[in-house]
């Protein structure tokens, strides 16, 4: 048998196995949130979950040692794989780092109940007969056919992206297991559990390159990226290969006015009304595309009001300081300098400082601890990407999917439509931000040693490794009441993982 059929098989083997670890670990929060910990599984907040998974790495034989797994100072799970005796030394190996995220956004378990009492943010499918078919097809991108739904596993997590950090893990036990007929031959694996991606993207990453990367050895410094958050869409198909995504960035608006009575308004400068005289402009250029830049891949910038604090006495006075935030997403040739230069030339802008209000216009800074008690402190930029399509990762990436997943997607399940799989491979690129924004360094960044063998990609003012996406869950489906995932798309993810790094290899 061929090792892409073996690899198949296990995947299959293994799904059982797979569905209860990823139960498990989407339902850590439910005995810390009451208690210990209300904020469990959220950013900043991972480390039962953490705990959980080096158990399991550990008892069901993902990683060859138990110490090759722990945490690093950062907070993130970094786990190791590789196979001691193929000959090859460790310098000469490729170095391929599977990536997904371990925390969570807000369960709003309360909200669950409209989907009718029969699932829970934490446990799942807990009654079949209560479950409100009609309301969860209202508000998820796409579900399979309701014959098909024993496939589904429910939970907050569950298709971003704790679904691929259980791939990962269920992958490198089938890598072990397969190391005597070549899976890791030639490779090292080093798979992470990110922290903090939810509030933070890419700050786990940003870690490894900025604290463990610069002066590394070749089998630190990776090849090629595998980013498992979901790539499936609910109008193209589950399971696509990405290979870039947008950058992102968020700009804060501080607006100080002078607070006064409310009922003497003229005796003070309300900046709640400066202020938002500012988000309306601000929406109005975004919807005329006034200072937005698109890309025929990636798409178009864009920016939208996303947070807000207002400081004021009461409700019966005028506000002393109104500060707000754009979610902005930057796709190429667009720069963090221009999204901010863009908002502080709004006319809104200038006649609130000509009426006598201080409007400050910034980047803010990440500074929030890891449950490690690490403090990032970056910038909150998170730069675009884009692998080639002809780069060799990408290839190994297609030429994977035919040999693991393409033959075990049947007729009946292509049939399905929409989000469902596909027999053939869908290269295509995220609508939302993943960890690959942490990887790329200044292109004269000489920090980290990069040979011309690692074949990292040089992009506009940036370098990175090569990096692609595939991952089990729909993007549409993701921090949604009732989200869930198709354990159909968990198996073929873990497939792919175990058999990429021996392709690629060869490649």
């Known amino acids: 048998m061929s090792l892409a059929a073996r690899v198949a098989e296990l995947a299959a083997r293994d799904l059982p196995l797979a569905r209860a670890l990823l139960a498990a670990v989407i339902r850590v929060p439910a005995d810390y949130v009451d208690g210990e910990d209300p904020l469990c599984g ?82 799942g499918l807990t009654d079949p007969d209560k479950l409100n078919a009609e309301a969860l097809k209202a508000g ?65 990453p940003m870690y490894i390159v900025n604290e463990v990367l610069p002066g590394a050895a070749p089998e630190l410094i990776p090849d090629v990226v595998v980013l498992t958050e979901g790539t499936g869409d609910a109008r193209e198909g589950g399971l696509g290969i990405y290979r870039g995504q947008r950058g992102r960035m968020q700009i804060e608006v501080e607006v100080v006015g002078r607070s006064c009575h409310g009922s003497m308004p003229w005796e003070g400068l309300n900046p709640l009304e400066f202020g938002a005289g500012i988000l309306v402009e601000a929406a109005a250029a975004y919807d005329a595309r006034e200072g937005f830049l698109d890309d025929a891949f ?52 200038a006649r609130a400082r000509e009426a006598g209000l201080e409007v400050k216009v910034t980047i803010p800074t990440y500074d929030q601890l890891t449950h490690t008690g690490y403090r990032p402190g970056n910038p909150a930029v998170y730069p675009s990407w884009q692998t080639p399509v002809e780069h060799a990762s990408i290839r190994a990436a297609v030429e994977t999917y035919r040999q693991v997943i393409t033959p075990h997607v049947s007729e009946a399940e292509e049939a399905e439509g929409k989000g469902a799989l596909r027999r053939e491979p869908r ?24 040979t011309p063998a690692k074949r990292w990609v040089t992009s506009g003012a940036v370098k990175h490794p090569a990096m692609f996406g595939i991952g089990p869950g729909q993007e549409q489906n993701t921090h949604k009441i009732g989200e869930c995932v198709d354990t159909r798309e968990l198996r073929h993810a873990i497939a792919f993982l175990a058999r990429f790094p021996s392709v690629f290899q060869g490649m």
């Open 42 to 123: 959220l950013s900043n907040h991972e480390g039962p979950r953490f705990a959980l998974l080096q158990d399991w790495l550990i008892a069901h034989q993902g990683v060859r040692h138990p110490d090759d797994v722990g945490l690093d100072a950062f907070g993130n799970l970094v786990w190791t794989v590789m196979d001691p005796d193929d000959g090859i030394p460790m310098a000469d190996k490729k170095v391929i780092y599977f990536d997904g995220h371990g925390d969570t956004v807000a369960a709003l378990c309360d909200q669950w109940g409209k989907l009718g009492g029969g699932v829970d943010a934490y446990d």
């Open 140 to 204: 998820m991108g796409y579900l399979p056919p309701q014959a098909q739904w024993d496939h589904l596993l429910f939970g907050r997590g569950s298709a971003d992206q704790l679904g691929g950090v259980v791939a990962q893990a269920v992958a490198t036990r089938i890598l072990l297991e397969l190391a005597p007929e070549g899976a890791l031959k030639g490779v090292i694996i080093r798979a992470y559990a990110t922290a903090a991606e939810e509030d933070n993207d890419g700050g786990g």
């Open 298 to 349: 990636l798409g178009h910038g864009t920016r939208t009001a996303s947070w807000a604090k207002l400081d004021t006495p009461s409700d019966c006075a005028v506000p002393q300081r109104f500060v707000f935030r754009f979610d902005r997403r930057l796709t190429i040739g667009e720069t963090a300098e221009g999204a901010v230069a863009d908002v502080d030339a709004l006319p809104a802008v």
């Open 427 to 450: 290269v295509a690129r995220w609508i939302f931000s993943t960890d690959g924004v942490g990887f790329p360094v200044p292109k004269d960044d000489t920090r980290i040693p990069v």
